[in-house]
């Protein structure tokens, strides 16, 4: 019980042939021959993305430290910045 025979099979394809009649039946076969291949070639191709793909840790990525890009001109006291220009400091 359980396993289909030839008889099962046989029955089967007459309930078929009778649904959908002659003439639909190759181009259901042709398109269940579609299907079948491009379910084959999506799963080698999920297969092999899988392979290819590193193993993921169960550690998370350690934090990574953001910094700022130097300044160009560093802030000069204001006695220094009159001296270049060649000025005298203020004197208290």
Do not use: C, H, N
């Amino acid at each position: 019980m359980g396993r289909i025979g030839v008889r099962e099979l046989v029955l089967i394809a007459i309930i078929v042939l009778i649904v959908f009649g002659a003439r639909r039946l190759p181009d259901i076969a042709r398109s269940l021959g579609k299907s079948a291949r491009i379910l084959k070639s999506e799963t080698a191709a999920m297969r092999a993305e899988s392979a290819a793909a590193p193993p993921r840790g169960d550690e998370p990525e350690p934090p990574r430290t953001i910094q700022a890009p130097p300044a160009e001109t560093a802030a000069k006291p204001a006695q220094a910045q009159q001296q270049e220009a060649g000025g005298t400091a203020p004197q208290p």
